[in-house]
């Protein structure tokens, strides 16, 4: 983006592919940090003088217009966030966007609806794919891909519509793309990874990647049960993935070989019920030993002991990356597993990455101060696909 400000942008139509991807209730936004993290490029660009246009998607309607996932809620935010007014766009590439471009002067900004109320975005079909980013391409002069988040999906606006401009990379991708390479190139040992989240499927190709890189391997979360059935222990009516038993038991295995250390939780919390998240209601839970796990209880989250001993592997890293939280965070008696990684994190030296939409999320609503960690990092799948070694469209897009 440095070079295209040195180029100049008075008055161009610049298209900035943002993620404004934001968690919502009720229509109010719970966390912004996405939001925040676009605005180094769209300050930039409005400053320069030009007439910015930013797209993002929301959630994932189904290629049409649906109002529960309208970007209107993250333009407002935008606005504040700029102190200056924003217009936004009732359509994608239909006469409402081209009139709030149009009326755009030099250094204001637009926002233009979900993307994914066209079916052309996620389309698999090439040429559907093509005739909407032809449609997207006609409301600017320049692209700016800043949307990190989204970089791992090969859609329309993402992967075929900077082929069609002249296209940069925006603040954000170059800042989490240099943080990444430090996680994959020259990286500083020891090398811990801390893994979370509900599905292991999510993760087997991160597992994978990392069994060549990493030192110790943490596992939390809903994940955790299917390693620890993969151990032989009954895990209760906890989340399992039964059909990934057969990859985990390999991993554990190759593991062993290389000398890489797997870490799972010796204790847990468990319950009969899922907690209520609305009225968050005491749920009591009782803490059990990991290979205790009684037949008519869910484990929600990691226990006392296995606090201690994460935090304890922890502490002497060098380099940190925690991607998915311990527990069902959401819920106050669910959530101190969450928050002591997140503090061991704080407390060690290491230089730490916290990746993914959730555990981003759980750092900032569990009032972590989110600068005191080294990175944290808009993207969930899309740091996940790079740390697999994977190529991402909406990186590729940008270097071509
Ligand atoms: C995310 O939340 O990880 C990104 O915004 C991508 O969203 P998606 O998984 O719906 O493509």
Redesign the pocket.
């Known amino acids: 983006i440095d070079a295209l400000l040195a180029e100049g942008v008075n008055g161009k139509r610049v298209f900035v592919r943002a ?1 404004l ?1 934001v968690p919502l209730a009720d229509g109010t936004i719970t966390d912004d940090g ?1 939001i925040r993290a676009v605005l180094p490029t769209v300050k930039a660009l409005a400053e320069a003088g030009a007439k910015v246009v930013v797209a993002s ?1 929301l ?2 309607p189904k290629g049409a217009p649906d109002p529960a996932f309208s970007l209107l809620p993250a333009a407002e935010r935008l606005g504040e966030l700029l102190g200056a007014p924003v217009a936004f766009a009732q359509d994608t590439v239909g006469p409402a966007a081209h009139d709030a471009v149009d009326g755009l002067e030099p250094g204001q900004v637009a926002v233009i609806e979900n993307l994914r109320f066209n079916a052309g975005e ?1 389309s698999k079909d090439d040429a559907e794919r093509a005739e909407f980013a032809e449609r997207l391409a006609a409301l600017a002069d320049v692209y700016v891909g800043d ?1 990190f ?2 970089v ?2 090969k ?1 329309a606006s993402v992967y075929d519509l900077p082929a069609k401009l002249p296209h940069y990379a925006g603040y954000l991708i170059a800042t989490e793309v240099g943080v990444l390479k430090k996680l994959t190139d020259d990286v500083k040992r020891p090398y811990a990874v801390v893994l979370g989240g509900a599905k292991v499927s999510d993760k087997l190709g991160v597992i994978d990647h990392l069994l060549e890189k990493a030192d110790r391997i943490l596992i939390g979360g809903g994940m955790a049960y299917t390693f620890l059935k993969a151990q032989g222990h009954e895990v209760g009516i906890s989340l399992l993935q039964e059909d990934q038993i057969p990859a985990v038991k390999e991993y554990m295995e190759r593991a062993e070989a290389k000398g890489v250390e797997f870490v799972l939780p010796v204790d847990v919390l468990v319950s009969p019920d899922f907690p209520d998240l609305k009225t968050k209601a005491p749920a009591n839970p009782t803490t059990v030993a990991a290979d205790a796990i009684p037949a008519d209880q869910e484990g929600l989250d990691i226990g006392p002991e296995t606090r201690k001993l994460y935090a304890s592997k922890l502490a002497d890293a060098a380099t940190v990356f925690w991607n998915g939280p311990m527990g069902v965070f959401e819920h106050p008696d669910y959530a101190e597993g969450t928050k002591a990684v997140a503090q061991a994190l704080l407390d060690t030296s290491a230089f730490t990455v916290v990746g ?2 959730d555990s981003a999320a759980a750092v900032r609503t569990l009032g972590f101060d989110e600068n005191a960690f080294g990175h944290i990092s808009t ?4 740091s996940l696909e790079y740390l697999e070694g994977k190529t991402l469209p909406g990186l590729a897009a940008l270097e071509n």
Do not use: E, K
């Open positions: 993620d991807n996405r998607h959630g994932r996620t949307g988040g989204a791992h999906r859609h993914g939409g993207g969930g799948g899309a």
